[in-house]
């Protein structure tokens, strides 16, 4: 049982070069989260599945894309990369969103620095 | 406004004592949920305890205790006998239930606090 498993670890990028982040989870979650983690300003919410087959923008959505292409994964593309989005890239998942009590558990992150 | 505030950017504590990490909220919801997370120098975030808005008892997991003050909306971690192992970024995390359209159910995480444990 891996939990949230994400690829790459690190990833260094030139301006303007696209790039796919991959997340599974092998915890037969429904909902999906991808939150970018700025050095003093905690970590904000990109986009997130609530279920199989939905996407929804967060705070911070401009810039990005993502899948979700089944229930186990879900990605995050940046198309265009700029060094704006040079950052550490969590995903999460949860049981179900909506209750109070649903709990987020957490990939190890990928830091991603554009040049 | 912030909706949630770690007023702390670093705290330090001896081995084998207690710490209170603090964290303030702002919600006019009836219903929301409070979380902290860990996160070590690895990186990765960790879940370490949960606190209901309804709840009559403050959670506690182990070492970990929330001091939860529904009326000053403050939910302060205590982490009791700290171990080297405790050193470590934490956040406090809130979830409102009606926090509105594409919002609806997300984590809303402060800055955190650094805690440096000392043997």
């Known amino acids: 049982n891996a939990g949230v498993t994400q690829t790459p670890k690190f990833q260094v990028l030139k301006t303007g070069q696209s790039m796919t982040l991959q997340c599974a989870q092998d915890?037969?979650?429904?909902?999906m989260y991808w939150y970018r983690q700025d050095p003093g300003m905690g970590l904000r919410l990109i986009y997130y599945?609530?279920?199989?087959?939905?996407?929804d923008k967060g705070e911070v959505p401009n810039g990005y894309n993502v899948s979700r292409l089944n229930k186990r994964e879900f990605s995050l593309r940046l198309e265009s990369a700029a060094p704006s989005q040079t950052s550490v890239y969590f995903c999460?998942?949860?049981?179900?969103?909506?209750?109070?009590?649903?709990?987020?558990?957490f990939g190890p992150g990928t830091r991603l620095t554009v040049l | 406004a912030q909706k949630i505030t770690q007023t702390q950017p670093g705290m330090f504590v001896q081995e084998k004592e207690a710490v209170t990490l603090d964290c303030t909220y702002d919600t006019s919801d009836p219903s929301y949920g409070l979380f902290w997370y860990k996160q070590p120098s690895s990186g990765e975030m960790i879940f370490l305890i949960y606190?209901?808005?309804?709840?009559?008892q403050n959670a506690t997991e182990g070492r970990y205790s929330l001091n939860f003050q529904k009326a000053r909306k403050s939910a302060n971690l205590v982490i009791s006998a700290s171990q080297l192992g405790d050193s470590a970024m934490y956040f406090c995390?809130?979830?409102?239930?009606?926090?509105?359209?594409?919002?609806?159910?997300?984590?809303?995480f402060g800055q955190g606090t650094i805690l440096t444990v000392h043997p």
């Open positions: 999460a998942s949860s049981e179900y969103m909506g209750p109070i009590t649903d709990t987020q558990y």
């Open positions: 606190q209901g808005s309804y709840d009559q």
């Open positions: 915890m037969n979650h429904n909902s």
């Open positions: 599945s609530a279920s199989e087959g939905t996407t």
């Open positions: 995390a809130m979830r409102e239930i009606n926090a509105g359209g594409t919002s609806y159910g997300k984590l809303t």
